[in-house]
């Protein structure tokens, strides 16, 4: 057996943990979801999160290791998101993760969340050559990021209020469609005429690669609000499908305008709104257009997962990049940043 690490993840609502082989073969990815859990409450409690991955997260390891048919002598390293994310989610990983490390004499690996969303592409395609080009999307974070090498993250935008998952989920929530937003508002825009309703496109100063959707946010909003008191009928297809056109417009055009920027012919779509089909649709169309390549990974592995972190983890492992086992959560993490 090659090299194997058990990944943990257990930044916000998600319990997961996977077995990866050599960075590439994947022989467990066991995920604990809680949305239904927090549904009711139309978001993600913090408390409520951490308690239930106090509940789930030794079931989970085991399972983990069970499907992959490894013991833990089995276990070259251990791997685990230690930021950014809930900082009571996050000690539970961490705390299970420096046991078990200490207990089998293995290295300790910590993982940056967004790195772990990175890596998921290379789950698929560890082909890919360097520089490359990251869109980083989900329901805390909007950030292009360019990787000139391995290991070395260069953030040249990020969000500057809203990150674009956030503005999904709240806007699905103003519609009464529920939680998680993104996938309900996806599934909804295919019914929709995304040309219905003049929505604003923030794209800030003239160069910016930073965005900004709570002014679009605030449109939707402002708008349903103006319907309820005028008792008019909302079409909320043609809501839905403006409102995601005007998302990933923005996420589109300051993509490509970074790859211009650096030169990439790579750019890769991560995170839980990497899973948005018309954010994949329009990167790929008008990608090809400017000669680039759209790489993504499967929808399965855009969500929180620790095959993602596992596959950070492989890299970091070869580097000899270790975590004491004084490691801490950090909630708010940065991308490149090692607090250790």
Do not use: W
Not at 212 to 230: D, I, P, Q, T
Not at 236 to 256: G, H, N, R, Y
Request: proline letters at 4%; glycine letters at 10%.
């Amino acid at each position: 057996m090659g090299i194997t690490i058990l990944g943990i993840e257990t930044s916000c609502d998600e319990t997961s943990a996977a077995v990866l082989e050599d960075g590439i073969t994947l022989r467990s990815n066991i995920v604990s979801s809680q949305v239904d859990i927090h549904k009711k409450f139309g978001g993600v409690v913090p408390e409520v999160a951490s308690r239930k991955h106090l509940e789930n997260v030794h079931p989970v390891i085991m399972e983990a290791l069970e499907q992959a048919k490894v013991t833990l002598k089995d276990i070259n390293a251990i791997a685990v998101t230690y930021g950014p994310g809930l900082v009571g989610a996050l000690l539970v990983g961490v705390a299970a993760a420096k046991a078990m490390a200490y207990a089998l004499d293995v290295p300790l690996i910590g993982v940056n969340h967004l790195e772990g969303h990175i890596a998921a592409n290379f789950l698929t395609r560890p082909d890919l050559e360097f520089p490359l080009l990251c869109l980083v999307v989900s329901g805390g974070h909007s950030d292009l990021v360019f990787m000139p090498h391995r290991g070395d993250y260069q953030l040249l935008g990020r969000t500057r209020d809203d990150a674009a998952g956030e503005a999904f989920d709240k806007v699905a929530r103003a519609m009464g469609l529920g939680y998680p937003g993104g996938p309900l508002i996806d599934k909804l825009a295919r019914e929709g005429d995304a040309s219905a309703l003049k929505l604003p496109r923030a794209f800030l100063e003239e160069g910016s690669l930073d965005f900004s959707f709570s002014g679009l946010k605030s449109a939707v909003l402002n708008y349903l609000n103006r319907a309820e008191m005028r008792q008019e009928e909302v079409n909320k297809a043609d809501l839905a499908a403006s409102f995601q056109q005007a998302t990933v417009e923005v996420l589109v055009e300051k993509t490509l305008l970074a790859a211009e920027r650096t030169a990439v012919k790579t750019i890769m779509l991560a995170g839980g709104v990497a899973a948005n089909g018309g954010l994949r649709s329009l990167l790929q169309t008008r990608a090809l257009a400017a000669g680039c390549t759209v790489v993504y990974p499967p929808l399965h592995l855009c969500t929180d997962n620790a095959a993602m972190i596992a596959c950070a983890g492989y890299y970091k492992y070869l580097r000899g990049d270790f975590a004491p086992l004084t490691l801490n959560a950090v909630p708010a993490l940065s991308l490149g940043e090692e607090k250790y």
